[in-house]
Nanobody, 122 residues
Framework: QVQLVESGGGVVQSGGSLRLSCSAS????????MGWFRQRPGKERERVAS????????DYIDDVGGRFKISQHIAKKEIYLQMDDLRPNDTAMYYCAAGLWPLTVEEVVGYWGQGTQVTVTS
């Protein structure tokens, strides 16, 4: 089994920055990409960004393009989400996920983290 643990959430003012981290442990699971989903209040969970392990190719939803940056450290089995120019609409529970590229829908996610809360105040 694969376990994912997120860290780095918190409260920040609009225009501020946060960096989320996700550490993977365990063995026996297969996945070729990792990414971040979020669930905003009253909304369904949505994929925010994904990264393909072999090539480092990145993919984002339009809403965060140019503001968020996903990255990975293969040896540490970690991914990160640098979030800049945060807006109140980015307030959500952010979940780390591992599964099959492009990791855009929940059906291809094999493993989830427990989530970390990001709150952006105006």
């Amino acid at each position: 089994q694969v376990q994912l643990v997120e860290s780095g959430g918190g409260v920040v003012q609009s225009g501020g920055s946060l960096r989320l981290s996700c550490s993977a442990s365990g063995s026996g699971g297969f996945y070729n990409s990792m990414g971040w989903f979020r669930q905003r209040p009253g909304k369904e969970r949505e994929r925010v960004a994904s990264i393909f392990h072999d090539t480092g190719f990145e993919d984002y939803i339009d809403d965060v393009g140019g503001r968020f940056k996903i990255s990975q450290h293969i040896a540490k089995k970690e991914i990160y989400l640098q979030m800049d120019d945060l807006r109140p609409n980015d307030t959500a529970m952010y979940y780390c996920a591992a599964g099959l590229w492009p990791l855009t829908v929940e059906e291809v996610v094999g493993y989830w983290g427990q989530g970390t809360q990001v709150t952006v105040t105006s």
